[in-house]
């Protein structure tokens, strides 16, 4: 019954009407960046003083940045594959559907693999859109909702699907290493049958802080719930070992169906592909869904490749290891909202190899956030003082421009859900209430001319 009463509340998704494709239409796009130049830095020397404390309250200067917003980096991981959704929106059965969907979910991981620069934390309020209607049939917008705890939300739409998520993370600083523990769940839901599913994300390491080279591992457990059949997948990404003899960035997972029967099998690399077989006999699961090594199945079949990942360009490691997608992320680009990443010019600058400037820059635009921060802040304490509490809690209280806090009704948890209204704000070249974000008192002599 709950199955039911979710699937009818996912049929009744207000699908908006979306422009066509029209690949003829679709502007050119870069598909390279100049190189990363050589600044010589000593990242002990500030990790340090940081051990077992928050990154993301740390500030750091863009030598060990990459020349991407953190919003950029969350649009690229789930958008770079994204053709994975309209495979699963066209799949046969649910079942099947749920194959491609974790495909999806293994493949925002592969990009980790060549890249270890930090994205920039984005500031309040600051947005990010990537429309590519007219050649691949989507568009997604991000904004930075929280600064502290720092979180985003993320809205991206084909006519097939809906993908959304609120990311948050927490970050510690071990000595060697770094974990990146996020704490956001990602929802898709698909128009043509309405099912509605969920997944945890996985945990990054990065290794090789005090010495050596930097490398990001994927480790953890990843379910899948398709809310509207039960069915589910568990995926296991098995963390790297100098001493095992195991693949390396090895991933496993298991398509269950509502039985808690195993009706596929996933397994492959999460850099480089995943493959898939049905399962022709296997036994239930008791009391749920268990890591895949401990349920026996029979494979039927040859391996189907579900993805494969897309090859690096040859001169990738001079480019900070960015995809030809991912070179597109930052172009500059006509009519997008005056609080978007492509117009911070801290980031601008670093990306032209003024580091220098980047870096002066940086320190006026966090200055700028925290007055507004003490503005608010003084405000509230205006208010407190004279008694006016209601007043004082909404002043308090950051107000997302484009997006607004609802409850999931599959799982129960709070997400920040697209509220509409920015595409036509596009369109118009309208942007009311937006907080003038990147506007800086000094800019360096670089970005005066520019």
Not at 134 to 140: E, I, S, Y
Not at 275 to 287: I, L, R, T
Request: glycine residues 6%; aromatic residues 10%.
């Amino acid at each position: 019954a709950r199955g039911m009463a979710v699937a009818a509340a996912a049929s009744r998704e207000e699908w908006p009407a979306l422009p066509e494709r029209s690949p003829s239409r679709a502007r050119q796009r870069r598909t390279t960046i100049g190189t990363k130049p050589v600044h010589r830095m000593n990242l002990w020397s500030i990790m340090k003083n940081c051990i077992g404390r928050d990154l993301s309250k740390i500030p750091m200067p863009v030598n060990f940045n990459e020349p991407l917003s953190f919003l950029q980096k969350v649009c690229e991981v789930n958008m770079e594959y994204a053709h994975l959704l309209d495979r699963a929106a066209a799949a046969e059965d649910s079942l099947e559907q749920m194959v491609f969907v974790a495909a999806h979910n293994i493949s925002t991981c592969s990009t980790t693999v060549s890249r270890t620069g930090k994205p920039f934390n984005p500031m309040l309020g600051e947005t990010y859109e990537y429309n590519r209607m007219a050649d691949l049939g989507w568009r997604c917008l991000c904004e930075q909702v929280s600064h502290h705890p720092p979180a985003l939300a993320l809205d991206a739409r084909s006519k097939d699907w809906h993908l959304y998520l609120d990311y948050a993370a927490s970050s510690k600083f071990r000595g060697k290493y770094l974990q990146i523990i996020p704490h956001s769940k990602s929802h898709i839901t698909f128009r043509r049958n309405g099912h509605h599913y969920s997944n945890n994300i996985v945990q990054s390491t990065v290794h090789n802080i005090i010495v050596g080279k930097l490398w990001i591992d994927q480790s953890g457990e990843v379910d899948i719930v398709n809310h509207t059949t039960g069915e589910r997948c568990h995926l296991k990404y098995f963390a790297y070992s100098y001493f095992s003899n195991q693949t390396p960035r090895k991933v496993t997972g298991i398509v269950y169906d509502r039985h808690k029967t195993a009706r596929y099998m996933i397994s492959g690399t999460w850099d480089s592909k995943v493959e898939f077989w049905k399962v022709s006999s296997s036994d239930p699961v008791a009391g749920g869904v268990g890591i895949a090594s401990r349920v026996p199945t029979v494979k039927s079949g040859p391996p189907v490749t579900a993805w494969q990942v897309n090859p690096l360009p040859a001169d990738h490691e001079l480019r900070y290891g960015f995809t030809d997608f991912a070179c597109t992320m930052n172009e500059p680009e006509p009519n997008v909202a005056p609080t978007d990443c492509r117009v911070r010019p801290d980031q601008r600058l670093m990306e032209k190899g003024d580091f220098d400037g980047a870096n002066a820059v940086k320190v006026q635009l966090e200055d700028k956030q925290r007055e507004r921060r003490r503005h608010r802040e003084a405000q509230v304490a205006a208010l407190e003082a004279q008694g006016k509490h209601t007043e004082a809690a909404e002043v308090a209280r950051h107000k997302p421009r484009w997006f607004r806090t609802e409850q999931d009704t599959s799982t129960g948890s709070f997400y920040h859900r697209y509220k509409g209204g920015y595409w036509e704000a596009k369109e118009q070249q309208r942007w009311p209430d937006l907080v003038e974000l990147f506007k800086v008192d000094h800019p360096p002599n670089s970005a005066a001319s520019s």
